[in-house]
């Protein structure tokens, strides 16, 4: 009895080797059968378009009236103040001319109330026919045209209250001085440019794309980025805008990408490099350098059903993949690996 238990616990302990055995052999097989064949991809070679920044909007202000420059708040670099005020003009004259327009209000305001109080008493005389109806009708006109010269001037004021905040040049909030135009004391005429200002929060770099590069770049908007060589840095973009036209003689394209996030520095002349991803000429494939049969300076390959192809090799990438070419060959096709 005690054989019998011997050999049977040996015969389970062999079928459990022989079982895990043989599962080793199919996964090992599987494996093997999935690397002993490659397939031809389309090959793309990497193209790289240099740019430069600027700002993301400029623009020059110019005075919209005649007037000497009494203060300058700001110099080439500043940021613009929570006011926005670059420069103001001398505002003493229509200071003058707003406390002016102010008394002429308040003296017809003085005969608006002189002329109610007449109106209001010779409507009761008129009531007991104590006074001509003629002397009323003086008075209403009187009156009524004292309330027309006060609208009147009151206009007159706002419009030179408005004439004054112009003599203040403002920009937007959080912007940068380019280029300042003047110096206090400068008489300025209306239209002159007293300053270049620009965005530089976040920046704009032109590229002159070729139809092939533009295709390029739309593939990859989704995952976009570019390096900044100087910084040695890596940042995310996107695409800003594209000209619906081209230009004549490079028959390219202008796009704007934009940066946002991760700058070093904001400021325009920045280079930024974006590199795209172009596809080969017709019949440039990638394949598995170990699929290459080379003999006798010629390079093979063994299809599927066991025929050969003589393809030209045009080097390697630094992935372990061969750049071949053949008209011979189209997308998806597999070939056997020599060496797995």
């Not at 003493?92 to 308040?106: C, G, H, Q």
């Not at 109330?113 to 007991?128: C, N």
């Not at 004292?146 to 937007?172: G, M």
């Not at 596809?279 to 003999?295: H, V, W």
Request: aromatic share 8%; glycine share 4%; with cysteine.
């Amino acid at each position: 009895m005690e054989i019998i238990r011997f050999f049977s616990g040996y015969w389970e302990s062999l079928k459990k080797i022989l079982l895990i055995t043989l599962i080793f052999l199919i996964s090992h097989k599987t494996v093997y059968a999935e690397k002993i064949w490659t397939t031809a991809t389309p090959a793309y070679r990497k193209t790289t378009i240099t740019g430069f920044s600027r700002a993301r909007h400029s623009m020059v202000l110019s005075t919209e009236i005649a007037e000497k420059i009494s203060h300058v708040f700001v110099d080439i670099g500043d940021i613009i103040p929570n006011n926005g005020n670059i420069a103001c003009l001398d505002d003493t004259f229509v200071k003058i001319d707003i406390r002016l327009m102010a008394n002429e209000i308040a003296q017809h305001q003085v005969d608006i109330d002189y002329f109610q109080k007449q109106v209001h008493r010779y409507k009761k005389l008129v009531e007991t026919n104590s006074a001509a109806i003629s002397k009323l009708d003086d008075f209403e006109r009187e009156f009524a045209i004292s309330k027309h010269l006060v609208q009147i001037k009151k206009l007159k004021k706002r419009r030179l209250q408005e004439k004054q905040k112009r003599h203040c040049i403002k920009a937007p909030q959080g912007w940068k001085i380019i280029e300042r135009l003047v110096e206090p004391g400068q008489w300025l005429n209306a239209g002159d440019p007293v300053a270049k200002v620009g965005d530089f929060r976040s920046l704009l770099v032109p590229l002159a794309l070729s139809v092939s590069e533009m295709k390029a770049l739309e593939h990859q908007q989704h995952e976009l980025t570019v390096k900044l060589p100087e910084y040695n840095l890596i940042v995310p973009s996107k695409i800003e805008r594209v000209s619906p036209s081209f230009d004549e003689k490079s028959r390219k394209i202008q796009v704007d990408l934009i940066l946002e996030k991760k700058l070093p520095v904001h400021r325009g002349g920045l280079r930024v490099e974006a590199t795209l991803e172009l596809p080969e000429p017709a019949g440039t494939f990638l394949i598995s350098a170990d699929a290459l049969d080379k003999k006798f300076e010629e390079v093979w390959l063994e299809r599927k059903d066991g025929s050969r192809i003589s393809v030209d090799l045009l080097g390697y990438t630094d992935k372990g993949l061969a750049r071949i070419f053949s008209y011979e060959i189209k997308t998806g096709d597999q070939f056997k690996i020599l060496q797995p």
